[in-house]
């Protein structure tokens, strides 16, 4: 702490529970502040003055965190841009399936895909396919972002399989999903789901989702490159605020 | 250097730097008098007008400041003398 100790002196504030209270006091007036028009004014301020209030908050957040916590920290929010939808994928399957009757053998399913996907041994012939009902089911149990994240990796998982044109009514695999994710959601009972059925009010297929939310191209043509990359550059933070939840309430986060 | 102040609650603060992250905008002000006096806004852009909105939470609080210590933290291993 020899450095924060240092630093006490460009500061003018000599105890570690003054800065303490001035962080406690700058998050209680950051927090939930009403909105206000930005009306501001360009002054000339000596850049060594503004370097010592940038420091004081440095410190203030050394002071909370510890002087190595900073560094830990650090790393953390380094690490947090390093999480792709995949991994926030996982977290979700983990707290769907984490439950003894959506375990196999033990073994938890790591993605709604593979839960989803049926194996059909027949005549010395292995088929796969999707069941798209069951897959619309476990995805209605989630909302927000652990839905958008969800339906982005069984987007991404099904591959060139996506647009195969094996679904209900000669839909594709993608379309099939969405096509109960509607049905569903906007049904009273088990499945209904209020945040689904006003994502997907009046879409029937993947296109109409990216236009709807705006995951479009240069051209405006619907993209599904520019959804994965959406979800990629928020995967940290989503995935941060998924495992608390999953800590906090166990296998529900509907 | 020429800086951005605004009048905030009837106090000036001085938007000492801006933080672009996922999406939003994190701006870091400091009271022009009271250097121990710190809040931190987002900035939204809406009908043609610049707005300061509140954070969301404790955690966005800690992190936003964790974005700022991160950016500045060559300031913490320089023991401030930074020029």
New interface residues.
Partial sequence: MD?VV??HS????NDNE?LLK??E???D????????????????????E?????????????LTLG?VG??Q??Q???DLDKVKTEDVSEEIASMLYSSSEESLHGAYYSSILGKNTVHNRNNDQDVYYYNHDGIAKDLLKLEGDAFDYAFCSVCTDMGKNINNLVGVGGRSNIDSVIFYLSLYSSINGKEFNNYVKNAFDGVESLNDYLVLNNYVDRNGEPSFDAFKKYCD??AG?VLASISEKNDSKGASIA | MNVDVSVIDNKSYIEIDKIVKNGKTYVYLVNSIDKTDFIIRKLLAENGEIYYVGLDSKKEFDLALMYFTKKHEGVLSENGKEE
């Fill in positions: 450095r240092n630093l460009i500061m003018d504030v003054a001035m962080v006091r700058a998050q007036n950051s927090v939930g502040a009403k909105k206000t028009v930005r009306n501001s004014k360009r002054f000339y301020v000596d850049i060594k503004l370097k010592k209030l940038m420091v004081v908050i440095t410190v203030s957040c050394a002087v900073v560094v920290v650090s953390a929010v380094q550059e928020r933070e």
